[in-house]
Structure formats: structure tokens, C-alpha cells
């Protein structure tokens, strides 16, 4: 028999008695064949806090003993099991790799399929990870045009730009594809010339012209079955062998429903059917960063991508919103956010469907939660993670950031959030600046009452510290010996103790209203001016002496402004704003030439600027990564990171 603690079932309407010894609900041979609107509905809740073992390869636990408060959790399941208008169906929780807690409810059945929703894009999205993996295809084929993989396509008969269409830009949503409701419903009408890659033909060929301004944001738009058409092109056999033979076979997912499109393919965004269990699995594939039992399945670095905040969507009161919720972006598929619990905010992943389904990664607590429910009703699912299960796991404890760059994982070629929830929190992080040594790293951050602070975290003993240092006294930019701080019109000096006193520079520094000021190797000053139309000067020391500051010939826009410059003065990154941009204020870069002339203006592009204002670029002292502002809303902006191979890419 169960103890107390392992097991207890709930009437749902009202808690009247506790049962033990009871087995978790399963659907009959009869339920299994019947559609899921039809599973009648539970009497008893189903609440286990030390799940048993069922032989499916799932490492198992108990609450309490191997992490979380069981009472909060247990007071959260009550919580559920009484609400008459519950669209929850399941609820299970993994903590370090170990089901903890499992709980069914209303149509909830521990050995049925429940329907995923839109939860299956991100198995398609692991899917293409897959292909990677097995060498179908590379990490560098995501930027190729998707239409170089599918060989059955008349490429004479497509619109203009089908070919800016790339697996990077399908995973991300912003394929650019634009078809009338009246195309659609034209195209459809003839299912037969859609089987293979028919469909893809027709909306190559009927859309309007892709082009920068349609490749945005817009979720669905057939970019999930773009992804699909590209798997089963590469792989050998065909796409529903290689899901069942290299991903769910191999993860002992045998229980599962994947239904087929007018294609003759797998769907990709939609009516696939797994267990809560086997939801559970795919959590812990990807919290292991692809490899399951000891196996990469996936390569690290395509989930490294498929879970990070690519762009942002502005959707956090859309899936599962709230209070604590804000700055909802994407991935490769894969949605993300972050939860506030107290004064902290947590970075999560995860994958979505409407009606409640979801699998939602908080990586730095290592935490899982599987959710599916059965209805459309806003159901708030992060909010009720962020108000009731963080505070469950959440332990006020130093954190332990080992390793370079505050122990992030770098990026790749598309920027992504620098240290969410501890360097990129919900406030204003402006600036940032490592020593050459890499081993102090400084930006300003306001908070609640919009008070300024610079911040340090400083690399002792293979762990970073934080410490504030003051308040804000200028943008810092840290000259490339690292004996001087430029903060603007004024400046400290590194001592054998710390930072000097503030100091002023001498004229005619003084006289103009600098922002920022950087210099190089060769100590050249570099600034901007707090003024629309100011140019970049810059200062040479000639002779052992400072010349006065001369306009940088170069192309500038409105508002030039938060210069930096390459150690070797080989190329100026600055922001400004144009016509031309993707955003309110957009990131440049130009390369000096052989004569020594400044080459034109050239955009970063859409991989570091975004719809919204991207400034303060600065290359971290050892070139491998380039750090910048970019603006999330009114009342946040946040540190970006992003790989410095894309200068290379746009070296003449």
C-alpha cells in the first residue's frame, strides 16, 4: 500500500475522503478507439507524489525528498482537482532528471495519447535536429534557400524571392509566404495536385513576391509543413519511417498517434497524439541538451537554437500570460518567456498547443513541467508556474555561474539574450563591458525606481560574483589595455586597488555632449554627440599629443550615435536611424579601406537587428562575440550576444 505522502485521490467537485492503493486511471481498449472529446470524465483526480516506476525508461523520484516543497505542489493539484472548470487533463513535474510528481484529471488517462495541438511543431523542429545529427543535413544548410532541398519543385513558375525562404527563416516563422484567404481555399480544391511536394509548388507559385518586409512573424503561414517537405526530402525512406525509426523508437515512444497531411507527409504543426509521459521524455531529450541515454540524438547546438529567444513575438498575454510573464519569444519552434518570482526572473522554453498543452524547460532550476488539457479557455499555464510551482523549487541561494561569459552558452549567428535572468532581467540593462582578461564584466542596470547602478560580476575562483559598484556615471567602454574606463566626457584609471577617482577630460572633450567614448590600441578616441544630426569624430595622438576631434567621413544616418571601435581601427560599428532599417534604430558597421578611406554604411541585417532599437555594439576583447542593447518594450531593454563571425560575413 501507498503511503499518505506517495498517493491521493480528490473527488473533483469537493475533497470528502483520501484513497490508497488505487492504480493511475487508464482508458479502456474502447476509449483508446474513440475520439478524445468523448473519454468520459474522471470522478476521482489522480495525484502522485513519488510516481511508480512503469518500465518506459523514465527516471522517477519523490517530491520532497528529491526536490520541491510536496505541500505547495500538493495544495496546487487540490487546487485543480476542485475547479469545476479545469481544462486540465494532466499535470507532471521533473526535477534533475526525476519524475517527481504525476497527477490526472477530467479526461486525463496515464496510457492515452493526448492530442498535442500545436505542441507539434517543436517535435518537427527535433525532428529536423535529427536529420542534422545523422549528417542528412548541416547546422550551415539552415541558411541555404529551402527550396535547394526540394528537387521536385519548377522553380520557373515561382514568385519573385522564394528563394530568401530558408529553414532558419520556416523555423522562425517568418517564411514570408503571402496568400489571400481566396488562394487558400482556390489551392484546396484540388487535393490530388497537393500530394509530394504539390502543395509547395502552388503557394510558391500564387503568393505575392517574398521580400524583408513579408519575412516577419506571422505563426503557422505553412512554415511547419515547409520543415517537413525539407526532412522528407533528405532523409532516406520516407518522413514517417524516420520518426518512428530515429526518434521515437529509439526514446521507447510506441504509444502515439501521427496522422498524415493531404501531402501523403506527416502533419507538422498539428493532430499528433502522445502520452503525458512521453511528453515528459521529450523535456528531458532537450534539457539534456539532445542526448538521450547516453545518445545524441539531437546536436547540442541545433537545441542550443531551437530554445532561444531568436526574436521576440509580443504575444505574453496570448499563451498562458500573466503577471509574471513578459518578453514571449521564439526559437526554432519552440516558444519562450520569462517568470518572475520575487525580485528574479526565470528564463523558459517550451513547446505549446492550444488547449493547454505543454512541455516548459526552466533550464537553470532544472526543472520540467508537463501540462495537456482539453479546451481552448485561457488557462494562464506560465502564470500559474511562475505564482505556484517556482516557489516550490525556488531556493534563495548564490548563484553559480562557472566558466567563461558568466557560463552562458554562446550564440550562434543570430542574436539571442545575454544571461536571461541574471544579467537580462525584466528592467533596463544598458551598456556592457569586459576587461581584456575577460574576468570583470560591467553594465548599468535601473530598477524598480528607476534608479541607476553599475553592476560588475568579477571571475574568482572558477565562479562569478556580483557587486554593484555605485550609481551610473557614464557608459562604460574599457580601453583595449584595460588600464582605463571611458564613462563618456569623463574617465577612471585601473590602480593596484580597484578603479580611481573620476576624472574630467581636458578640452575640448568637455565642450561636446558625449555619450559614449571608446578608443583603440593605438588610444584614438572614438564619440558620438547627444545631438540629432552629430557626426562620429574621432581624436589621433600625433607626436605624443591629442589633435583636436574630426568629423569620421563616413555614411551616417539621424541620430549617429554609440560608437566602437576595432582594436586595430579596421571597422567602426555605430547605430543610427534610416528609412531604409528594420528597426527604430538599427546597428552598422563600415571597414576602413586600403587607402585608408571609411567604406560605406552597411546593416548588420535581421540576425542582429529587429524591429525594434538595437544600440551599443561592442566586440568582446577577445573578438569572438559582439554584445549590444536591444529594446523590448517601454519598460525593458536588455543585453543581446551574438557570434563576431558576422562581421567576416560582411567584410567586403
Avoid at 132 to 154: A, N, R
Avoid at 325 to 345: I, P, Q, R, T
Wanted: charged share 25%; hydrophobic share 35%; glycine share 8%.
Amino acid at each position: 500500500m501507498k503511503s499518505i505522502a506517495r498517493l491521493i485521490y480528490i473527488p473533483l467537485i469537493l475533497i470528502t475522503s483520501i484513497c490508497f492503493g488505487q492504480n493511475p486511471p487508464e482508458a479502456t481498449a474502447t476509449e483508446a478507439e474513440s475520439s478524445f472529446r468523448d473519454i468520459p470524465i474522471l470522478k476521482e483526480a489522480f495525484i502522485d507524489a513519488s510516481p511508480a516506476d512503469r518500465k518506459d525508461g523514465i527516471p522517477l523520484g519523490e517530491l520532497g525528498i528529491d526536490g520541491g516543497n510536496k505541500a505547495m505542489m500538493l495544495k496546487l493539484a487540490q487546487e485543480i482537482a476542485e475547479n469545476k472548470d479545469s481544462i486540465f487533463d494532466s499535470f507532471l513535474v521533473v526535477h534533475k532528471g526525476k519524475l517527481l510528481f504525476e497527477s490526472y484529471f477530467t479526461r486525463g488517462r496515464i496510457n492515452l495519447p493526448h492530442p498535442q495541438a500545436s505542441a507539434t511543431k517543436a517535435y518537427t523542429s527535433l525532428l529536423l535536429g535529427r536529420a542534422i545529427q545523422l549528417g542528412y543535413l548541416t547546422m550551415t544548410d539552415l541558411d541555404k534557400p529551402l527550396v535547394s532541398f526540394l528537387k521536385d519543385l519548377d522553380s520557373s513558375k515561382f514568385v519573385e524571392g522564394v528563394e530568401k525562404i530558408t529553414l532558419h527563416k520556416a523555423l522562425t516563422m517568418r517564411g514570408g509566404l503571402q496568400l489571400s484567404k481566396e488562394q487558400r481555399e482556390e489551392i484546396d480544391k484540388n487535393p490530388a495536385a497537393l500530394k509530394g511536394q504539390g502543395a509547395v509548388q502552388a503557394r510558391f507559385e500564387r503568393s505575392a513576391a517574398i521580400t524583408s518586409a513579408s519575412q516577419r512573424f506571422s505563426y503557422g503561414n505553412f512554415n511547419p509543413e515547409l520543415v517537413m517537405q525539407v526532412i522528407d526530402a533528405v532523409v532516406p525512406g520516407t518522413a514517417q519511417e524516420f520518426i518512428k525509426n530515429e526518434l521515437l523508437n529509439k526514446m521507447g515512444i510506441v504509444n502515439y498517434d501521427w496522422q498524415t497531411a493531404v501531402s501523403g507527409l506527416p502533419e507538422s504543426g498539428w493532430r499528433m497524439s502522445m502520452t503525458s509521459r512521453d511528453m515528459v521524455k521529450m523535456g528531458i531529450l532537450v534539457m539534456n541538451k539532445g542526448k538521450w541515454n547516453g545518445e545524441q540524438l539531437i546536436p547540442e547546438a541545433f537545441i542550443a537554437k531551437a530554445v532561444s529567444r531568436i526574436l521576440l513575438t509580443g504575444d505574453d498575454d496570448i499563451f498562458g500570460g500573466g503577471k509574471d510573464v513578459s518578453k514571449e519569444g521564439y526559437g526554432y519552434f519552440w516558444w519562450n518567456a520569462d517568470l518572475k518570482y520575487g525580485n528574479k526572473s526565470y528564463f523558459t522554453s517550451s513547446a505549446q498547443g492550444g488547449g493547454g498543452q505543454y512541455i516548459v524547460l526552466l533550464e537553470e532550476l532544472d526543472l520540467i513541467v508537463v501540462a495537456t488539457g482539453h479546451n481552448n479557455r485561457g488557462n494562464g499555464f506560465l502564470q500559474i508556474i511562475a505564482e505556484k510551482i517556482l516557489p516550490a523549487f525556488v531556493k534563495d541561494k548564490p548563484l553559480k555561474l562557472e566558466g567563461p561569459y558568466l557560463g552562458q552558452v554562446p550564440p550562434g549567428l543570430t542574436a539571442e539574450a545575454f544571461a536571461p535572468g541574471v544579467v537580462s532581467t525584466a528592467h533596463y540593462e544598458l551598456f556592457s563591458a569586459f576587461t581584456p582578461d575577460m574576468k570583470e564584466f560591467y553594465f548599468v542596470r535601473y530598477d524598480e525606481e528607476d534608479k541607476p547602478s553599475m553592476i560588475v560580476y568579477k571571475y574568482k575562483n572558477n565562479r562569478w560574483c556580483k557587486s554593484i559598484t555605485g550609481p551610473r556615471v557614464g557608459e562604460p567602454a574599457i580601453s583595449p589595455d584595460g588600464k582605463t574606463m571611458h564613462l563618456g566626457r569623463r574617465y577612471m584609471e585601473r590602480t593596484d586597488t580597484g578603479w580611481s577617482a573620476i576624472q574630467e577630460l581636458e578640452k575640448p572633450f568637455k565642450d561636446f555632449r558625449i555619450m559614449r567614448l571608446v578608443s583603440s590600441a593605438k588610444g584614438t578616441y572614438y564619440f558620438d554627440e547627444a545631438t540629432e544630426e552629430g557626426p562620429i569624430r574621432y581624436s589621433r595622438i600625433i607626436d605624443g599629443k591629442r589633435e583636436a576631434p574630426k568629423p569620421l567621413e563616413v555614411d551616417l544616418g539621424k541620430f549617429n550615435a554609440h560608437p566602437f571601435i576595432a582594436p586595430d581601427e579596421s571597422y567602426v560599428i555605430w547605430d543610427d536611424q534610416r528609412d531604409s532599417g528594420f528597426g527604430k534604430a538599427d546597428i552598422y558597421i563600415s571597414f576602413r579601406q586600403p587607402d585608408g578611406s571609411w567604406g560605406p554604411a552597411i546593416n548588420m541585417g535581421d540576425q542582429i537587428n529587429s524591429d525594434q532599437s538595437d544600440s551599443y555594439a561592442t566586440v568582446t576583447p577577445d573578438g569572438k562575440y559582439i554584445l549590444f542593447n536591444r529594446g523590448i518594450d517601454k519598460d525593458n531593454v536588455d543585453i543581446y550576444w551574438v557570434d563576431a563571425q558576422i562581421i567576416e560575413t560582411l567584410r567586403p
